[in-house]
């Protein structure tokens, strides 16, 4: 079966550094892009970029470049999402998201999501 | 930057009722996929139609996803309880770039 496990909610001051995890299983992590997907509380969603698992190829989209940083470790199956600095506006759901082989964009599964809280 | 514009941005609609959801795209061409997510409160999206007409595994076939031109359509045949939800399209090309529509939600009436 293939899941996406997120890290547990997290609760951070602005401009403290944070890394979440996704680790993926039930499948062969190497072979599928992983998107991160931010959802602010009560609306839309926002692709932020993507990695290749396989060799840690990286593609943002412009609105998220340059403040976030997206990772990934094949020898544990995970990959990550990282702030050095967060800021108030940074308070959100974010989701990793699996793509469906050839159609890196067409998202088959989700993970649960992590609330990243960024409040002083 | 490629922009998708959702209609209605709230459905109001009663169990057996037809759905018809629209998505607009600023600019389109053969390079670029499109497709729909549903998402209830709480949870993921979940994919529902890719490449514009095709249902992803286990969706059942009252979902149904047309394209014209720069215009996206899902239909919901018949509304089941479960169906009530925010309903997202989304467009990606290989430059890479992925754009979500700003949502159209499905109530009961």
């Known amino acids: 079966e293939v899941q996406l496990v997120q890290s547990g909610s997290e609760l951070k001051k602005p401009g403290e550094s944070l890394r979440i995890s996704c680790k993926g299983s039930g499948y062969s992590f190497s072979s599928y892009w992983i998107s991160w997907v931010r959802q602010v509380p009560g609306k839309g969603l926002d692709w932020m970029g993507r990695i290749d698992p396989s060799d840690s190829q990286t593609n943002y989209s412009p609105s998220f470049q340059g403040h976030v940083t997206i990772s990934a470790d094949t020898s544990i199956t995970t990959a990550y999402l990282q702030w050095s600095s967060l800021e108030a506006s940074d308070t959100a759901m974010y989701y990793c998201?699996?793509?469906?082989?050839?159609?890196?964009?067409?998202?088959?599964?989700w993970g649960p999501g992590t609330l990243v809280t960024v409040s002083s | 930057e490629i922009v998708l514009t959702q209609s209605p941005g709230t459905l109001s609609l009663s169990p057996g009722e037809r759905a018809t959801l629209s998505c607009r795209a600023s600019q389109r061409d053969s390079s670029t996929y499109l497709g729909w997510y549903q998402q209830k409160p709480g949870q993921p999206a979940r994919l529902l139609i890719y490449?514009?007409?095709r249902r992803a595994p286990g969706i059942p076939d009252r979902f149904s996803g047309s394209e014209s031109g720069t215009d996206l359509t899902l239909t919901i045949s018949r509304l089941e309880p479960e169906d009530f939800a925010v309903y997202y399209c989304?467009?990606?090309?290989?430059?890479?770039?992925?754009?979500f529509g700003g949502g159209t939600r499905v109530e009961i009436k």
């Open positions: 998201a699996r793509g469906s082989g050839s159609f890196w964009g067409d998202f088959d599964y």
């Open positions: 490449g514009a007409s």
């Open positions: 989304h467009q990606y090309d290989n430059s890479p770039a992925l754009t």
